[in-house]
C-alpha cells in the first residue's frame, strides 16, 4: 500500500480549524476535492481525530507522528498498530515540529513498514533528505523549517533546494518519492515542484487557515496537472 | 468535572489486548463491573482510540498523556482540546513511562484544568508527588517505578511509601488526591492502599494481562469496600 | 559547603567573551571585586572551563549543569564528581536554557548534595519555585523566561513575582534561598530584589557583554548593601 | 587535522577509574603505549576533563559529545569552541548513550568541521552508519548497542556487521572511516576488525577497567599490526 502520485498531503497540525468536528468538516473538502479533480489528496490529522475522519471519508487519513514502540508497557506513546487499527495508512514522522533522533526514526520506519503504514519523513534540507533516503521511506519531503508557515514557498524561493534533493534522494535520475512543503500556497509553487521533479507538496496553513479552503485547494490541484 | 473516588484507573497502555477492538471490549468489561458494582471505573487508552471508546461505553475515558502546545503549528503533538472533543474526560501526566519537564508539566496541569480536563499526575515518589502537589493536579498517583509490572503492590511491599505519600501531598490531614499504582493486583493490595490514606489505585497489566479481566477487576473493587 | 549571602552569580553561559582564556579573564574580575568589596560572587562557566578557571582564581566556581548520572556507561554526560574533582563547588540546575524533567532534577539535586555540590536550581515562577523547593536545593532562582537578557528586570517589571516566589519558598517568613534573575542590570535591580526579599541574584548578558565589566559588577555589588 | 589510522579510541566514559586525576593516570598509559609502539590511540575524556588531560598528554583527547549550539545565550550546553580552546582536537558523536536527533547531529557535525575538530559518529548499524556517511563526518564507529560492555566483540560475533558497514559506508570499496566497537577486547577482536575493513577500534570497558591497562592495551595494538 501506497498513495498514488502526485499527491498532495494536507497537515492539519493542531490548528482550531482542523480539529474534531472541523477535522472531518476540512477532510470532506479535500474528498470533494479529489473526487471531483481525480487527484490524490490526503490529510494528516490529530492522532484521536483519526477514527472519525478515516469513518467519515474515502480518502488517505495519515497519523502526524507514531512511536516506535511495539506492544507493551508504554504509556503515552502512540503505537504504529494503534493508528493502523483506527484507520490511518501511513504517518508523517520528524516533522520539524516533532524531529526524530535517527537511530529511532530508523527503527520507526522500519515497524511503519512492517506493518503497512505509508511513510513520509520529513526533512529540513537535502542532505538530510539524502541521509533519510538510506532507511527507504515511502515518501521524502523537504521542508526548509525557515520557510514553513511563510509566504514563500520551497520551490519559489529556493528551488535549487527541491532539485538539489530529487538528485540527492534519487540517486541522480528521477524518482516517486521527493515532496516538498514549506510555504507552498499557489497553483505556480505546485506547477514548479512538480517541474523540478517532485511528486507531489505537503501543505498545512495554505488549506486550513485558508477562508475557502476548497478554492485553495483546487489551486494546488491545477499546478499539478 | 472530576472522578468520583474512590476510583480505580485502568492503563490500558500500548498492551495488544487493549487497542482498538480489544481497547472497546476491555471497557465494555469496565463498564460492566462499574455498573454492577457502582464504583468509579476509568480507563486510559491510546489517543488513536478515545474516540471509539468513548463513544462505546458511559464511564470516564482519559488520555494517557497530553501535550502543553495550543492551537497553532504543532505537528505530532496531543492537543488537550483534541482528545477532549474526542470523548476524554481527563488525562494522565507524567506517567514513569511519559516523564515530562517540571516547567512543561507545570503548564499542562493548568492547560488541562483552563479547558476542563481532569488531571492525574505520576510521581515516582512521595517527594516528588509532593512538589507536583504544588501544581494542583485532581489527582496524584504515586507509584515507584521498580515496582511497575512486577508482583509485589506498593501497598503491600512499601506501605510507608504509600501513608507518606498521603501526609506530604494531603498537608499532614486527609485528602481526595493521592492514588497509588505499581504492582497493584490483589483485593488485600487495594485494601491496603484504602487504609494507608489512598483514594484510589491506577492499574495496568493486572487487568489489561488477567485471563479474566472481568474477575480481577471485581478482586479490586472488592478492596474498595 | 554553600554560598555566602548575599551572593551574586555570573552565569557565562556561552558566550565568546566568557570562555577558555576569556573565562579566566572575566573570572579575574570577578574575584577582584569579590575581594575588594567583601562580595560573595560566583561564576557559573562552560563545563571544559572547569577546571582552568578554578584553578587560577579563588572564588566559587559553579557548573551550568549535570547529569543524575552515577559512575559508570554513560557517554556524554556530565558527572557530579566530575565536575567537583576539577574544581566545581556547585551548580545552576534546570535553567531555562536547560530545563529537566521533574523526576531527573529530584534525582539530580539529591546526587549533588550527597558528593557535597551546592545547588542553585532555577524557577520559571514562583509556582515552579514552590514545587522545586520540595527538593530542597541550596537555592531558587526565579528568573521569568520572558525577561532573560533583556532590558527590563524582574524586580523592577514584575516585583510581585519576586515577593510572592519569597512568600512561597520561605513558607511565608524569610530564609536564605531566593536569588533572582532575568533582566538584572543595575544597582537599583539589585537593591529591590533584596528589599522583596531575594539573597541575591543570577546576572549573565548585564557582566559577560559590559564594556566595563569590573564597573557593570560593582554596580550590582553596590545594590546590596 | 585529522586522527592518523589505524587507530584505537579509548572512551573513559563515565569510570571511576578515569576521571580527574585518575583520567590523567590512564591518559598517560595511553601515551606510553601511542609512544612505545608508534601506534595512534585517543582518549575521549568528560568534558570537565579535557583541559587537564589535554595539558599533561601528547595523545589526541576528544570530546564525549558536543552540542550544537553556537556562541550565545545557551547555558549547561557543550560549546564546540569551549572544548576546542581546552584542548580537545575532536569529539565522539552519537554515542548510544547519547543519540542525537539526525537534524542536529547533522547541524553539529558541520559545526564541528568548520572549526576543525575532527567527528567521530557512532551507529547502531549499518543502515545508520550508511545515513550518518551522508553528513561526511571523519570517522563512524558501528556499536550494535546490545554488545556494548559484553564479552563479545562485534568483529567475532557479527563480523557481518562490520564488512556490511563497511561496504554501505566507503560504496563498495574501502575507506579510512570504518571503526568498530562493542565488546572488543584481544588482540583478535582488533585484528578481525581491520581484516574485515574497519581502520580502528573504539573501546571502553576494555581497558578502562583492565587490571592491567597498558596490557590490555598493548594486546589491542597487537591486533593493528
Same mark, same amino acid.
Given at each position: 500500500?501506497?498513495?498514488?502520485?502526485?499527491?498532495?498531503?494536507?497537515?492539519?497540525?493542531?490548528?482550531?480549524?482542523?480539529?474534531?468536528?472541523?477535522?472531518?468538516?476540512?477532510?470532506?473538502?479535500?474528498?470533494?476535492?479529489?473526487?471531483?479533480?481525480?487527484?490524490?489528496?490526503?490529510?494528516?490529522?490529530?492522532?484521536?481525530?483519526?477514527?472519525?475522519?478515516?469513518?467519515?471519508?474515502?480518502?488517505?487519513?495519515?497519523?502526524?507522528?507514531?512511536?516506535?514502540?511495539?506492544?507493551?508497557?508504554?504509556?503515552?506513546?502512540?503505537?504504529?498498530?494503534?493508528?493502523?487499527?483506527?484507520?490511518?495508512?501511513?504517518?508523517?514522522?520528524?516533522?520539524?515540529?516533532?524531529?526524530?533522533?535517527?537511530?529511532?526514526?530508523?527503527?520507526?520506519?522500519?515497524?511503519?513498514?512492517?506493518?503497512?503504514?505509508?511513510? =513520509?519523513?520529513?526533512?529540513?534540507?537535502?542532505?538530510?533528505?539524502?541521509?533519510?533516503?538510506?532507511?527507504?521511506?515511502?515518501?521524502?519531503? =523537504?521542508?526548509?523549517?525557515?520557510?514553513?508557515?511563510?509566504?514563500?514557498? =520551497?520551490?519559489?524561493?529556493?528551488?535549487?533546494?527541491?532539485?538539489?534533493?530529487?538528485?540527492?534522494?534519487?540517486?541522480?535520475?528521477?524518482?516517486?518519492?521527493?515532496? =516538498?512543503?514549506?510555504?507552498?500556497?499557489?497553483?505556480?509553487?505546485?506547477?514548479?515542484?512538480?517541474?523540478?521533479?517532485?511528486?507531489?507538496?505537503?501543505?498545512?496553513?495554505?488549506?486550513?487557515?485558508?477562508?475557502?479552503?476548497?478554492?485553495?485547494?483546487?489551486?494546488?490541484?491545477?499546478?499539478?496537472?
Amino acid at each position: 500500500m501506497t498513495l498514488a502520485t502526485p499527491v498532495i498531503i494536507v497537515n492539519f497540525k493542531a490548528y482550531e480549524t482542523a480539529i474534531g468536528e472541523n477535522a472531518v468538516k476540512l477532510a470532506k473538502v479535500c474528498e470533494k476535492v479529489a473526487k471531483e479533480t481525480n487527484t490524490e489528496i490526503a490529510v494528516a490529522v490529530q492522532t484521536a481525530d483519526i477514527f472519525r475522519v478515516s469513518h467519515e471519508v474515502n480518502i488517505p487519513v495519515l497519523s502526524q507522528h507514531i512511536d516506535d514502540n511495539s506492544f507493551g508497557s508504554y504509556t503515552g506513546n502512540v503505537l504504529a498498530e494503534s493508528v493502523k487499527v483506527n484507520g490511518a495508512q501511513g504517518t508523517l514522522l520528524n516533522h520539524s515540529e516533532k524531529r526524530l533522533r535517527l537511530d529511532i526514526l530508523e527503527a520507526t520506519v522500519k515497524r511503519a513498514k512492517d506493518i503497512g503504514l505509508v511513510t =513520509v519523513v520529513c526533512a529540513n534540507d537535502p542532505v538530510a533528505g539524502d541521509a533519510i533516503a538510506t532507511f527507504d521511506p515511502d515518501f521524502i519531503a =523537504v521542508e526548509p523549517p525557515e520557510l514553513i508557515g511563510g509566504d514563500m514557498s =520551497v520551490s519559489t524561493a529556493k528551488p535549487e533546494i527541491v532539485s538539489d534533493a530529487v538528485k540527492k534522494i534519487c540517486n541522480g535520475t528521477k524518482c516517486d518519492k521527493v515532496l =516538498v512543503g514549506a510555504g507552498v500556497k499557489t497553483t505556480e509553487d505546485v506547477k514548479k515542484a512538480i517541474e523540478l521533479g517532485a511528486v507531489g507538496v505537503l501543505v498545512a496553513s495554505g488549506i486550513t487557515k485558508a477562508e475557502d479552503p476548497e478554492k485553495a485547494l483546487k489551486d494546488l490541484v491545477n499546478g499539478l496537472k
